[in-house]
């Protein structure tokens, strides 16, 4: 059956297509380059971090061809070393940190509280530059003589090699006050420019997951600058603080630096917790279950996200007691996001679920996100992680995690958002089709990686016995499958641009406020104040085949006599 | 627990290595236990989700019915549940942990120095060779530590892993339950050649590891110099950057150099003498040749005497 916004001419003769949008109201180079409206400086940072993320990926490929065979494929030892720490220091620092808080949060923070802007908008146009700065130092470390300490820094390594530390160092720091500045904003922004009747529990959940993010942002990323502070310090006086030639102690390292990374880890997967909040909620049609244990399991994460950095190092020499303290305080945080997943599975319950493309990376992101988080458990347990610690596991681990995980949930976001962010919709078919091949060409690069690792097979090795070569290889032909589905998913997107038909204002259904402005907002993001709505009655939107999307009702939604949801589209 | 002597080449199950030592089957455990506890809950939630969305995908004439948005029974009982089951692995780990890392009293010592990128394993007389050899079905305790950065000795065989950390010790103990030889590497990023700081554990059996360990001890004395150099060449890591073939890697080739002149790095000239090699084995960063980078780790304290003339010989007689 193929139903209303499948013929895109009526939806287009009969919605009011507002004149001027935050695309088309200002031309020339300065009127983005000096912009401070949110949803310009949203698609400078989404158009900047996809190409880090494009970085990112050949970096990976790369990685992936030179371990085709044990020993020399395509690059000799340091250049693989410098290969693999500039992919991880590009994917954390310039991708996923900033992917889904910078891009999608910038756009959508203001708007979803029918705001006209965020709190402090220069501040958020600096942060932008200040990510730009950021990058430009890290692309000069890869020129100035690579980069091979392994994201990590770990001193002593980090204060002897002789690649270009001090600038990589100097990269992140800046990246870091970007972070920061994000953090801060969003942090105000809720706090004093929501409408009087959003209360906290009226926020949408991306909202509360945007905030405990930030929450994580402003507190730990400044641990991370004073610790590169004193690397560079060390590196460039000779300072002794963790070389123990020095007088320093190396280990004091691990912990300064996992104060701040491991809470990073939150930073990078609670937004996508949120995005997919959103997802499961609209396209099941239903009030998000559970809503206060959800937004509370954010906060709970948040928190607790700051208590568990001992986790990464219960091979590293720390005290006994120490390692046992925190391996109790592992599985705590284990709890709130077990709670998020079978919440989302309580919504879908009765539900009336829509399988369009967003849809379908929700889906993705629970079945990858599951693995994830399960073999989290055998990393907590501290005779099991003895074994398992620096092995592939821990690789495949945390790729389900940040790339299963953040950016499977940060496409399903972009794709929902699209039609909002550029007023186009995209191709139904072709979109599911690169989630699919994201999904499948995941799992045959990740999957085989834990079992290399629980075998023995160490992880950051340009050489290895040849028993792991069929598992190597299997993940090298899961990885050019994963690069060309995400070309796929890049055509979709690009034709939608050029091509996609007008997006309604509201294609989904969706009651958040963002979805009663047109597509794209104009650039006070409302014409007139939005209606207040709560974000889960989703009930309050009907469709309006004049339309071709959806409207709020008339009438108090629950319940009304006259839905029927046999008018609505059964498929798109 | 197992206990094979002649039984080192199994090939182990599907997720592991054959487990070979005493601590090994419980990490195995374990492992196994959090495993089919994931197997339950990840079909229990995939297949929800699929059935889900098959029963109520959205289509012509399909009618919604009514639905709860919260249960609080039911969303405290999916926190506890988990919670309960966390506690106990929690648990269990710690155990493990515990046993893995409480040597028993009576341990056999060896010392074990960690440099980029090899190993050095000194067994109690004073001998110090690349590869572990350890005696079967009796408790060994490693005291490590590293001369430059931080490395990390796993024997995916044994379970067990510790980081190897420069300016403190660190200790491990096991106790080899399987004779045969193991896989040793280096699990933390240390540099260019990671990935080739590998070395064997060899677990002789009952009664032939005191015998290995004389005869080892005695190379000199039981080996002509060229010969014993050789050995120590290789077993002593200088191979890992220099090689006899004349092809440079991280350090130069000594095929055909003995008696040449090189140059160094501040420009000057040397003969490569027997002074010259002695003095960098022992303070290798005074004179670097030219076109090397300052690298090479010294090995002061580590090589005797008569070792180091060993070597020398050795370097001569590569024509």
Redesign the interface.
Known sequence: ?SVAYDEPEVGELLAPVPSENYLNCSHGFWSWAATVDHKRISIMYLVSVLSAFLLGGILALMIRMELWTPGRTIMD??TY?HTFTLHGAVMTFLFIIPSIPAALGNFLLPVMIGAKDVAFPRMNLGSYYLWLGGALFLLAAIVLGGL?T?WTF?T??ST???SSVITASMGVFILGFSSIFTGLNFIVTMHTMRPPWMTWFKLPLFLWAIYATSIIQVLATPVLGITLMLLIAERALGIGIFD??LGG???LFQHFFWFYSHPAVYIMILPAMGVISELIAVF??????????IAYSSLAIALLGFLVWGHHM????QS?IS??VF??LT??V??PS??K???W??T????????VTPMCYA?SF??LF??GG??G??L????????L???YFVVAHFHYVMMGGTLVAFLGGLFYWWPKMTGRMYSETWGRIGCLGVFVAFNLTFFPQF?MG???M????????PQFQFYHQMSTVGSFLLGLSLCVVAGVLIHSLLRGRKAPANPWGAATLEWQTSSPPPLYNFDTDPVEVDP?DLESQVFDPLLGGYRLREFPARNHPDHD??S????V | MILAEGGGSDNGSFWFPAPSSSNASQVDSLFNFILSLSAFFFVLIVGLMLIFVVRYRRRPGYVQAPASDHNNTLEILWSVIPGILTIFIFFRGFMGYLDMRTPPSETYEIKVNAKKWSWAFQYPNGYIDNDLHIPFNRPVKLTMTSEDVIHSLFIPAFRTKMDIVPGRYTSMWFDATRTGEFPLLCAEYCGTKHSEMLANVVVHPSGEFEKWLEQASNLLATLPPVEAGKILFTRRGCAQCHTIDGSARTGPSFKGTFGTKQSLTDGSSIEMDENYIRESILEPLKKVRAGYRPVMPSYKGQLKDPEIDAIIEFIKSLK
Do not use: C, Q, W
Request: glycine share 6%; net charge positive; no cysteine.
């Open positions: 059956m030892h340091d070393n091979d392994g770990y002593p390594y002897t090699t002789n123990p030639k102690d190396p280990v099941s049609r239903k009030p998000i279950f559970g809503y206060r244990f219960f091979t590293s020499g006994r390692a046992i391996s109790a599985f705590t284990s709890i077990a709670i997943v079978f919440n599975l309580a879908m319950y009765r539900g009336s679920i829509l399988l889906l629970i079945f599951t693995i399960l073999t458990l055998f907590g347990a501290l005779a099991v992680d003895v074994h610690h620096d092995t079992i629980s075998r023995g160490p992880r950051r090795y340009y050489n290895y016995p889960y949801l046999a609505e589209p059964a498929r």
